[in-house]
Every structure is written in C-alpha cells, then in structure tokens.
C-alpha cells in the first residue's frame, strides 16, 4: 500500500470517528488523536523521505561528475 492509500484511508478512518464522536464523547477523543497523529507522522516521514532523495540525486551528481574526471 503507497503513502498516499494510507493517507486516503487514514482520513476515512479519521472521518467515521469524527461521526461517532457525538456517540461515544468518553473513548473518541483518544481515538481522534491516534489517525491525525499518524497523518502528521506520515507527512514528516514523506518529507524526510523526499530530503533522502534529493540527497541521493546529489550524491549520484556528485559522483558521475568525479567519474568523469577521473576518466
């Protein structure tokens, strides 16, 4: 499953406790928190993620330009 499925199903399921909250105002609050800390967990993993990545492009830049010195 990709991080943007979770993300979508995570906001359903942050959705459907929103509509049960009026039912049961004891638990839900507590099960509020969970999904839309796990969205903002989620985000910052992509993120960090993405900073990786263009970490890795450099890197790769870095070293064909030296390989190519080299050659």
């Known amino acids: 499953m990709s991080i943007t499925n979770t ?3 995570l906001k359903k ?7 049960l909250s009026g ?4 638990s839900i609050p507590k099960l ?3 999904p839309t ?5 989620i985000a910052k993993f992509e993120e960090e993620k993405n900073n990786n ?10 070293m064909n330009s030296l390989k190519n010195k080299i050659s």
């Open 7 to 9: 993300k979508t199903s």
């Open 13 to 19: 399921i942050l959705s459907i406790i929103e509509e």
């Open 23 to 26: 039912l049961n105002s004891d």
């Open 32 to 34: 509020q928190a969970q």
């Open 37 to 41: 800390n796990i969205l903002e967990e």
């Open 53 to 62: 990545l263009r970490t890795i492009e450099t890197n790769d830049e870095e």
